[in-house]
């Protein structure tokens, strides 16, 4: 199978233009078949404040608002993924920035309330992503840029990043073999949160559950570590996690954390 | 050769939900190959006026600064450009929301300096256009619905939606017979532009220029007839101008203004 290798970048790398353009000069450089998959930086929340909306967060969540909604796509599928796109196709490297409703490409379905009313927010499906659109755009020679708006058949939808990261990954390792590639600005893992160089440089789901009930795993990795082993559980080839300041050596294992199942 | 149709839409619709819809319903009725190419309508402005970016205007034309090119770039490749292929989508017509940036589809050089700075505006070319990203996305069965946002090597800039469309024609007239239809609030080219209803059914070369030398035109269709003159002049099939509420009347010459060479 041919090697497709699919980035996720998120955080304060999108705000920070040299930091960005010597991430997308690395990730231009990777052989193969490639996907980039882009949160939206602190733009969309600098927007809001200078639009005067408010922030609504449940349970350390955001709610995705109808104005928010309208932000956050316009920062993620507009500004941040053309922008990204423009860099990648300069850098030679050429490129077509899309959000999951191009294509009808990544379905999602309003998330139902539960108890808690998150909004115009989208859940996905690896099992719906329209694969034959993404081997259009790879096999006609471009590397899709993915911002992580979706929809359903009444509006657009804010939908995490990280798991259409996973979901794309999921999906394609039908087709590819497929490497997955989270980047954020810690240099993986940590065993010690407050130690930057404590990274675990092999982590297994019996570890991870481990360190998870002792509390040794931050709340905000929870969902990507969640992620990456149902990526792995579900034919993705590989995954890491770690600093996208880094990315070549996390390609070559020599930076970040290396998900495993066992 | 087969049939591509390509539709420009501008103005107050794309503001209007209901109106907006009833055209996309219509156009997502248009039989063989198609392409959408969209403005951004008020939400720029209001967008602008609500983050306190002053609209600066030489000569009746718009200056586009650093702020305004981040409002434009979210608002027509952002907000604009997703809702509608969401839309087309949601109709069973597959969709992917591009702008000249994506695919390095739509070249562009920043307008040059003469008398005015425009500031960040791409000047766009047909003989630029990179044909074979569109036949890709209309072979693989996708309509292209594209914002008026392109890129030079540098940076994003804004671009005239009207030439973009024009420009697209012409080139995919050298593998498709191409018609090219201008949709707006007016029912077509009038006489008189107190008449709604006075509409020139046939306009060719001769009777513009004459139209426009004894100030028959009005000053805001002149871009837009240059543009249409210039496409037919390189190889597209049929130029139509017309109210975007009668689409299907103006694909079979019930409504609007035909331009024609002679």
């Known amino acids: 199978m041919q090697k497709l290798t699919i980035v996720k970048i998120g ?5 920070d233009e040299p930091q960005l353009s010597a991430f997308l000069q690395e ?6 078949a490639k ?11 600098n927007m809001s404040t200078k639009l005067g909306i408010e922030t ?7 709610i995705t608002d109808a104005e928010t909604l309208k932000v956050v796509s316009m920062v993620y599928a507009g500004w941040v993924n053309k922008n990204i796109t423009a860099k990648l196709n300069a850098l030679g490297a050429a490129s077509v920035g899309v959000c999951g409703v191009d294509g009808g490409s990544i379905p999602a379905q309003k998330r139902p309330v539960v108890t808690v009313d998150y909004g115009f927010v989208g859940d996905v499906d690896a099992a719906t992503i329209n694969i034959p659109f993404f081997q259009l755009l790879l096999d006609g020679g471009y590397i899709p840029v993915v911002a992580p708006i979706t929809a359903d058949a009444a509006q657009l939808l804010n939908t995490n990043a990280d798991t259409i990261a996973s979901c794309l ?5 039908l087709y590819y073999s497929t490497g997955l590639v989270y980047c954020f600005e810690k240099n993986g893992v940590l065993k010690n949160v407050e130690d930057s160089d404590s990274v675990i440089e092999k982590l297994d789901e019996k570890t991870y559950h481990s360190l998870r009930k002792s509390g040794g795993i931050v709340k905000g ?6 992620n ?3 990526a792995l559980d579900n034919g993705v080839q590989e995954v890491i996690i770690g600093n996208s300041a880094h990315l070549s050596q996390l390609l070559t294992h020599q930076s970040g954390t290396r998900i495993v199942l066992t």
């Open 169 to 173: 990954a999921i999906a394609l390792s």
């Open 11 to 15: 955080g304060n790398i999108i705000d």
């Open 27 to 32: 990730f231009a450089n990777i052989e193969g």
């Open 35 to 45: 996907i980039l998959v882009h949160g939206g930086g602190k733009l969309a929340t």
């Open 221 to 226: 990795m929870i969902p990507k570590l969640d």
């Open 228 to 230: 990456s082993f149902i």
């Open 56 to 62: 609504q967060m449940v349970d350390g969540r955001r």
